[in-house]
């Protein structure tokens, strides 16, 4: 686990406060449930993490799992990314009351959540932490189609929508 450093701390505790304010609204969590909550150890993903945006982490005991913590992208702390930050804690918070797969039960918890267009936030985060990551970008010619990544493709992929073989273009920062 990652220690977040002071202002990360705060920023956590406050995204922590405001879900667990919401959570109580949505009336489908027994209150015993928060008191867990509030003491999980909040933490931050490795700043290059690029695949997750949140995680819970367990630890194995001899005949029971207990949680270690959650831990948040730490590109989800700035402001900008703060809406989607609050979904993302709630998402983790659900797995740390024991809902431990994405199943029916879960996906509808989850839809309880307020925020809109949230699988098209996601991907928007997701792109946004590949290219900051990126040192080439993959182009199709024939689409508008650019994707970012750490290496070249060298010819070896195609667009998906069009089966153009996608040209590398290096990226300067
Ligand atoms: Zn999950
Ligand atoms: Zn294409």
Redesign the pocket.
């Known amino acids: 686990m990652v220690q977040p450093n002071a202002q990360q701390t705060i920023r956590l505790e406050q995204l922590r406060s405001f879900v667990l304010l919401k959570m109580a609204e949505i009336h489908d969590f027994q209150s015993s449930r928060f008191a867990t909550l509030e003491k999980i150890p909040l933490g931050v993903l490795r700043k290059n993490a690029t695949q997750k945006h949140g995680v819970t982490r367990w630890r194995q005991h001899t005949h029971h799992l207990s949680i270690e913590g959650i831990e948040l992208h730490p590109e989800l702390l700035c402001e900008e990314w703060q809406e989607y930050a609050k979904f993302v804690l709630y998402h983790e918070f659900l797995h740390a009351i024991g809902f431990k797969h994405h199943d029916a039960i879960f996906r509808h918890l989850e839809s309880r959540w307020p925020l809109k267009n949230r699988k098209k936030v996601g991907r928007k985060f997701t792109i946004f932490l590949q290219r900051r990551n990126a040192s080439w970008q993959w182009v ?4 508008d ?1 650019l994707i970012f990544r750490k290496q070249p493709s060298r010819g070896k992929y195609i ?6 073989v996608l040209v590398d273009e290096p990226l300067f920062s």
């Not at 667009?159 to 153009?164: D, V």
């Open positions: 199709c010619s024939n689409c189609i667009c998906k929508s069009c089966k153009t």
